[in-house]
C-alpha cells in the first residue's frame, strides 16, 4: 500500500466512527457526488462516491488520504484532489474491486501522484 494513502490522519474535522454516508463530497474545484458507502479500517480506509451525472453515475472509490477535511455540520466531505482527477481515476467495480488489493495499489499509485 502507499504510506498514509489509506488512512484519514490528515483530515481536519474527521472523527473516527463517523457515519459518513450520503455526505456531499467536494473537489477542489466544485461538487462531484456523494458518499456512497465508507470504510474505516486501519490501513484501508477509503469512500465510494456515487458521481451522479456527473460522471453518468460512476462510482468512484477515493483512498481516505485524499480527505482533507470533513464539516459535519454540513454533512461534507472536501477532497484534495480535482474533478478531473476523480473523473479520469481507474475504473472501479463493486464486484470485483471492492476488497482487492491489487486495485487498491493501483489506485495509491494513481492518488499519490497527484497533489498529496
Same mark, same amino acid.
Not at 484519514?8 to 463530497?25: F, K, M, N, P, S
Given at each position: 500500500?502507499?504510506?498514509?494513502?489509506?488512512?484519514?490522519?490528515?483530515?481536519?474535522?474527521?472523527?473516527?466512527?463517523?457515519?459518513?454516508?450520503?455526505?456531499?463530497?467536494?473537489?477542489?474545484?466544485?461538487?462531484?457526488?456523494?458518499? =456512497? /458507502?465508507?470504510?474505516?479500517?486501519? &490501513?484501508?480506509? +477509503?469512500?465510494?462516491?456515487?458521481? @451522479?451525472?456527473?460522471?453518468? $453515475?460512476?462510482?468512484?472509490?477515493?483512498?481516505?488520504?485524499?480527505?482533507?477535511?470533513?464539516?459535519?455540520?454540513?454533512?461534507?466531505?472536501?477532497?484534495?484532489?480535482?474533478?478531473?482527477?476523480?473523473?479520469?481515476?481507474?475504473?472501479? =467495480? /463493486?464486484?470485483?474491486?471492492?476488497? &482487492?488489493?491489487? +486495485?487498491?495499489?493501483?489506485?495509491? @499509485?494513481?492518488?499519490?501522484? $497527484?497533489?498529496?
Amino acid at each position: 500500500m502507499t504510506g498514509g494513502m489509506w488512512g484519514y490522519e490528515g483530515a481536519e474535522g474527521y472523527t473516527a466512527g463517523a457515519d459518513l454516508t450520503g455526505y456531499r463530497v467536494e473537489a477542489a474545484d466544485g461538487h462531484i457526488g456523494k458518499v =456512497d /458507502k465508507h470504510n474505516q479500517e486501519t &490501513d484501508a480506509s +477509503y469512500l465510494v462516491v456515487d458521481t @451522479g451525472p456527473w460522471i453518468f $453515475g460512476r462510482e468512484v472509490l477515493l483512498p481516505a488520504g485524499t480527505v482533507n477535511r470533513v464539516d459535519h455540520e454540513e454533512r461534507t466531505v472536501y477532497v484534495n484532489r480535482s474533478k478531473d482527477e476523480v473523473k479520469n481515476s481507474p475504473e472501479y =467495480d /463493486k464486484d470485483r474491486h471492492y476488497d &482487492d488489493p491489487a +486495485y487498491r495499489d493501483q489506485l495509491g @499509485g494513481y492518488y499519490s501522484g $497527484g497533489t498529496l
